[in-house]
């Protein structure tokens, strides 16, 4: 699954993979305060769906903790709905669920609440959710500093993801043309400059074009997503970028595909020089 497949789900907002962690190393999902003018549980298990694929299999094993907002108590009459949704999408992956109560109402009224489930959630205050999640992974609107702007995230998402497609698509592209190239220089060799040329621009042309491409994409993409976490420490007047788990793990993969493209690029030069030496 990719950001495309949901796309019109994530603009909804219903719930947030905002890159925080958990004191112990799972990922933190979001339901915001936002005033819900429909719940559609189909719109929450197709979001989870997708944030299930986003972090790294080592932070999945430490399960999902769910924090929702309820100060406003928007979620009041969903929760009875919503949480059973959430052991039903998460299952094993679910490690925990804060719900954070509205400010003039005890946490007590609410443990009063009763929901037939093998999770027992808690209901922890704002001012009291530094135990469970430590305030650089959390949003200024729980008093945090982690910097999310869901346009970004989701912009970066999809940006990420079709790299990701180009670079695979442009791999084997490449592996393919190269395999036909050899064959067809090996069977119908250069003899004459003119006809060298017509190799050389070939090979740059139609081989390696569409690879150069993909690098530069990636390129471009490793340095926005580094900008955009370093202006937002700049703007916040905070010394070092606070890069999330999600980011790192992006940035790497998008590195490393450049990388490999550029030893695949470079290893095929070598191969055509020498059956070019051989001819």
Known sequence: IEAADVIEVLRKQVCLLTGGRERGGGPL????????????????????????????????????????????????????????????????????????PPERQSSTSFRQEKFDLP???KYVPVS??????????????????LDYKHDIWLENRMAYEAFVR??????????????????????APATTPRELMAQHKYIHEAIFTIPDKVITEGRDLHARMQQQVEGAAAEARRPEPNYTLDQVRAMNDVK?????????MDYSLRMLQQQGQRD
């Open 166 to 187: 180009d670079a695979v698509a442009a791999g084997v592209r490449l592996e393919a043309e190269m395999r036909c190239t050899l064959e067809r220089f090996h069977s």
């Open 256 to 264: 490393r595909r450049v990388e490999a493209l550029e030893e695949q």
């Open 119 to 121: 999770f027992e959630p």
């Open 29 to 100: 999902v979001v339901f915001p305060a936002a005033q819900i003018v429909q719940f559609h549980p189909r719109d929450v298990a197709d979001t989870l769906s997708y944030f299930s694929v986003v972090p790294s299999e080592e932070s999945l094993s430490k399960g999902f903790t769910v924090l929702i907002d309820n100060r406003e108590n928007t979620w009041k009459h969903y929760l009875h709905t919503l949480l059973p949704l959430l052991q039903q999408c998460l299952g094993r992956s679910l490690y925990q669920v804060l719900i954070v």
């Open 128 to 145: 009291k959710l530094v135990p469970f999640v430590a305030p650089s992974q959390l949003t200024s609107e729980f008093n945090g500093f």
